[in-house]
């Protein structure tokens, strides 16, 4: 199993700025990608970013891309989510999640095995 705890949510206004960490402990090495999700009140849980844990290879959902920066250090078992230039369409919950591989893109939470208990960011306008 693998245990993890997101923390650095809270609020924020308009155009500033936030960074997520995601601290893994147990089995950290079966982590084959580790992701970012959210979900907003009323709305399904989205894809935000992931990234290959040993490699590094990193994919966004096109509303973060340019504005949120995933990242990793594979010596503390965690990873980041840095994220900038927030707007109110970026207020929900954030997950963390870890797969193990046998995944098909990892865009998806279905790939994920997994997940942190989530962390609010609200941005205020």
């Known amino acids: 199993q693998v245990q993890l705890v997101e923390s650095g949510g809270g609020l924020v206004q308009a155009g500033g700025s936030l960074r997520l960490s995601c601290a893994a402990s147990g089995r950290t090495w079966s982590i084959y990608a580790m992701g970012w999700f959210r979900q907003a009140p009323g709305k399904e849980r989205e894809f935000v970013a992931t990234?290959?844990?040993?490699?590094?290879?990193?994919y966004y959902a096109d509303s973060v891309k340019g504005r949120f920066t995933i990242s990793r250090d594979n010596a503390k078992n965690t990873s980041y989510l840095q994220m900038l230039s927030l707007n109110a369409e970026d207020t929900a919950v954030y997950y963390c999640?870890?797969?193990?591989?046998?995944?098909?893109?990892?865009?998806?939470?279905?790939?994920?095995?997994?997940w942190g208990q989530g962390t609010q960011v609200t941005v205020s306008s």
């Open positions: 999640a870890a797969s193990r591989g046998g995944g098909s893109s990892y865009y998806t939470a279905y790939d994920y095995h997994y």
């Open positions: 990234i290959g844990w040993s490699g590094g290879s990193t």
